[in-house]
């Protein structure tokens, strides 16, 4: 069970690795900063995030279609884009004041929606939902321009 949260230019997502019965086998980085400048996080399988990313960065192959029950990514482009990718690897790209991703979607929304930053979210998701009234570590990543992206002219 993972939650991915994107707002005002930070991602934030937990660390836990999930059995399943809100038992905790331990931790990972679930936010990849790719070469390019863009953030990635991966709810699912450590193994299918890892071939998405290598994907994504190119290289990798193209995974086959995941269809894993539980397979999402949020991916920030530099420029601020975002694009969510399902367990189909179909990409959609839309506006929003902010992005979620993973589980108790409805929950974290609320939490956003009440003016709670990104990493806030994350964490108001982990203690009061189903999801073990964890206190587990939250990563936060700030979208940066790369270098050189930036316009010197």
């Not at 809100?22 to 699912?44: D, F, H, P, S, Y």
């Not at 397979?71 to 992005?99: C, I, K, M, N, S």
Request: hydrophobic share 40%.
């Amino acid at each position: 069970m993972t939650v991915i949260v994107y707002r005002d230019g930070v991602m934030a997502a937990d660390r836990s690795i999930w059995l399943g019965g809100g038992v905790v086998a331990g931790e990972m980085r679930k936010i990849t900063r790719m070469a390019n400048g863009a953030l990635l996080a991966c709810a699912g399988s450590q193994s299918t995030s890892t071939m998405f990313a290598n994907w994504l960065q190119k290289s990798g192959d193209r995974p086959a279609v995941v269809n894993e029950n539980g397979f999402r990514a949020l991916q920030v482009h530099p420029d601020g884009a975002v694009t969510l990718w399902d367990e189909l690897l179909q990409p959609t790209t839309y506006e929003a004041p902010f992005y979620v991703c993973g589980v108790q979607s409805a929950f974290t929304l609320g939490a956003l929606y009440a003016s709670a930053s990104a990493e806030e979210a994350v964490r108001l998701t982990l203690r009061y939902t189903d999801m073990g009234s964890s206190q587990g570590a939250v990563d936060v990543e700030h979208l940066t321009t790369p270098e050189w992206a930036l316009d010197r002219s």
